[in-house]
């Protein structure tokens, strides 16, 4: 059974970059059939689909955050990251790593992982 | 930004029948891509509850159904039970965005 843990500073300051982690167990990223997405939510909020990685790096993202999203993969530790630069107040939340086939669902979730923005 | 929109509250007694809607467009629902629905309890992350439309994952109660028409979505659940009171949220995938959209989110409130 896969697991997805996030993990990363739990505060940045505006401007600056919020850099997260997924550790994935139970399947290999490097050769899975799977997408591996982040999502966030602001508290009392909806969810938002960040943007997505596959095995072979292709990866895209949401055009609502621009340009500010980079997300990669790092195979010889079996996870995902997610930087986003320039944050504001409005990238407060908790951030979702999940996996998921194309076009379907998101069957795995972690447990997310609250990032907050503050100076 | 929801591309996808949901009654904001439904509610109804143990027992009863409840549905929500999950309204979309041409390049998501429309465009034929299945409707996902996830299930997420207070501090929890959201768990899902079915998928390409009607399906239902191993685990998940029969009282729990989903059909998908046109450009619009519905989840009802059946027999109405006190441990259902979450918040619900539709999903699929959007052609315009190469990416996901997820619906505005429901809260089911168990009188």
């Known amino acids: 059974q896969v697991q997805l843990q996030e993990s990363g500073p739990g505060l940045v300051k505006p401007s600056q970059t919020l850099s997260l982690t997924c550790i994935v167990s139970g399947d290999s990223i490097s050769s899975s059939s799977y997408y591996w997405s982040w999502i966030r939510q602001p508290a009392g909020k909806g969810l938002e689909w960040i943007g997505r990685i596959y095995s072979s790096g292709n990866a895209n993202h949401n055009p609502s955050l621009k340009s500010r999203v980079t997300i990669s993969l790092d195979t010889s530790k079996n996870q995902f990251s997610l930087k986003l630069n320039s944050v504001t107040a409005a990238d407060t939340a908790v951030y979702y790593c999940?996996?998921?086939?194309?076009?379907?669902?998101?069957?795995?979730w972690g447990q997310g992982t609250r990032g907050t923005v503050s100076s | 930004q929801s591309v996808l929109t949901q009654p904001p509250s439904v509610s109804g007694a143990p027992g009863q029948r409840v549905t929500i809607s999950c309204t979309g467009s041409?390049?998501?629902?429309?465009?034929?891509?299945?409707v996902h629905w996830y299930l997420q309890l207070p501090g929890s992350a959201p768990r899902l509850l079915i998928y390409?439309?009607?399906n239902r994952p191993s685990g998940v109660p029969e009282r729990f159904s989903g059909s998908k028409s046109g450009t619009s979505a519905s989840l009802a659940i059946t027999g109405l039970q006190a441990e259902d009171e979450a918040d619900y949220y539709c999903?699929?995938?959007?052609?315009?965005?190469?990416?996901?959209?997820f619906g505005t989110g429901t809260k089911v409130t168990v009188l």
């Open positions: 041409s390049p998501n629902i429309g465009a034929g891509y299945g």
């Open positions: 390409d439309n009607n």
């Open positions: 999903q699929a995938y959007d052609s315009s965005l190469s990416g996901y959209v």
């Open positions: 999940a996996r998921g086939p194309w076009p379907g669902p998101f069957d795995d």
